[in-house]
């Protein structure tokens, strides 16, 4: 598949082949076409405590991995369905993570500059 992009406003014409995951031998290997070789797939480990089973209405979790721009809400702070209890960056693009109920935060677990995980518990209600 042909794509064109832009980078640094600078046009790209690229071959695009889709990935797939290898079914024999180790899970951590992906093929891409026939001809290249295989690359370990990496992921980040992320605290057993940030991913840990949660009554999830009491919740709110990263939709994205990437980086806490800002924090909004406060511990102790109520609020209503979609208020904005932060920011995340991710790919140089800002997502507002909003409140999906109103209610009362009990705690805010993460801070501005830190990295996050998609599913990450961001934000406990009480």
């Known amino acids: 598949m042909k794509l064109k992009i ?6 790209y014409e690229v071959d695009v082949e889709v990935a797939e995951t290898e079914t024999s ?4 290997l992906q093929v891409v076409g026939s001809s290249a070789a295989r690359t370990p797939v990496v992921s980040a480990a992320a605290p057993v405590a940030a991913f ?3 009554n999830e209405e009491k919740v709110c979790r990263s ?3 990437g980086i ?4 909004t809400a406060k511990a102790g702070q109520t609020v209503q369905a979609g208020d904005v209890l932060l920011v995340l960056e991710a790919m140089k693009m800002e997502t507002q993570v909003t409140a999906q109920a109103g209610g009362k935060v009990a705690s805010i677990k ?3 500059g830190e ?3 998609s599913g990450q518990i961001l934000v406990e209600f009480e």
């Open 6 to 11: 832009t980078i640094d406003k600078k046009n």
């Open 25 to 28: 031998g180790a899970s951590n």
């Open 52 to 54: 840990a089973p949660a």
């Open 63 to 65: 939709p994205v991995s």
């Open 68 to 71: 806490v721009a800002s924090v």
């Open 110 to 112: 993460v801070n501005a």
């Open 115 to 117: 990295s996050v995980q």
